[in-house]
């Protein structure tokens, strides 16, 4: 019995440790908030500050965008031309608008080893999540969403090598990300989506997870865990309040999440029952191992019965002088009665 207990808990611990290894980076998440590599307020430049003028500019001066078309809609037009009067093409700025089709032809001719992954994604999101990634890392220069509009010039972000935003609660985005061609980060983000091109049944977690801000953000733990995120593969974090809400900071935000849809909804009420689901999650899991345990004795410690003990065996009645002396006083009896 003790041997068969202690066979039961080192398979628990097993599947219990494996479980965590797998979601290590995750976990990490909840905890690292990536501060070491924060870009402070006194790093930078106040904006018009003659300062920007000394500094080594190392991304190139390019803006990249995504859309459907070149048919930009009336919501986001006011944020797209903002970015476009503060980095005008007379400064040595360009701007590069990937539709669907550039972003197909680039694909097909830069990096066909993903053409098939590439069309094969489920939502369209996910195509211009991962073009991103890829034309940062072949042109460099900075990405933005165009629900992300500029509140000023962006030139001193081009002093870093690689920089993205921090977001909440846990994590990276990749709404607002810069970096030099071939940085060593965005590398290996392409070289890592095609591991995480899973289907987790919501479209939301799919999104998320196989080319959104979550598997950028994993990336970004394995990267840094490795050893990674140092000199030139440094990634920088841009904090919330340099991203918007001050004057100084470098982005505004405006209407957006256009591919978000019903299973969002329940993700959300997920955030906002979060007590209600973590008592769930014992109680359930609890159960499980109770019922994994109940299993466990049932058929696996199930002894031959030459290894019970004469006692178990016996019924309850023999198992006690009073009760056998009553039994043996009425069997008397009744042979007597036989007899006569």
């Excluded at 999540?129 to 509009?149: K, N, S, T």
């Excluded at 591991?195 to 997870?209: A, C, E, Q, S």
Aim: hydrophobic share 40%.
């Amino acid at each position: 019995m003790r041997r068969g207990v202690i066979l039961f808990l080192l398979l628990l611990f097993a599947i219990l440790a494996f479980s965590i290894h797998t979601v290590w980076n995750l976990l990490m998440l909840l905890v690292i908030d990536g501060s070491e590599d924060a870009i402070s307020k006194s790093e930078l430049p106040a904006p018009g500050s003659s300062r920007v003028n000394g500094r080594p500019q190392l991304i190139p001066k390019i803006i990249h965008q995504t859309y459907i078309n070149e048919s930009i809609p009336p919501v986001w037009q006011d944020a797209q031309q903002s970015c476009l009067d503060l980095h005008r093409p007379e400064d040595g700025w360009e701007y590069k608008l990937w539709t669907d089709d550039k972003m197909s032809e680039f694909i097909r001719d830069e990096y066909p080893w993903f053409v098939d992954t590439f069309e094969g994604y489920s939502y369209p999101i996910q195509r211009a999540d991962a073009i991103r990634y890829f034309v940062l890392c072949h042109y460099g220069g900075i990405y933005i969403d165009l629900d992300d509009g500029c509140n000023r010039a962006l030139e001193p972000l081009l002093s870093y090598p690689a920089w993205v935003r921090k977001t909440i609660p846990t994590g990276i985005s990749n709404d607002a990300m810069g970096a030099v061609p071939g940085h060593r980060f965005f590398m290996r983000v392409i070289d890592e989506l095609k591991h995480y091109d899973r289907n987790w049944l919501l479209g939301y977690i799919t999104v998320m997870g196989s080319t959104g801000p979550l598997f950028l953000s994993v990336i970004w733990r394995r990267y840094s865990s490795e050893g990674s995120n140092e000199g030139d593969g440094r990634l920088r974090i841009l904090w919330s309040e340099e991203y918007q809400g001050y004057s100084w900071s470098f982005f505004t935000h405006h209407l957006g999440n256009s591919w978000h849809g019903a299973d969002v909804e329940f993700i959300f009420w997920m955030a906002r029952n979060w007590v209600f689901l973590t008592i769930l999650g014992f109680t359930i899991g609890g159960s499980l191992i109770f019922f994994i345990w109940w299993a466990y004795r049932r058929f696996v410690l199930k002894k031959a019965p030459s290894d019970i003990p004469k006692w178990k065996t016996a019924s309850i009645r023999s198992r006690f002088p009073f009760w056998r002396r009553a039994s043996a006083q009425k069997e008397y009896e009744l042979v007597s009665r036989h007899e006569v």
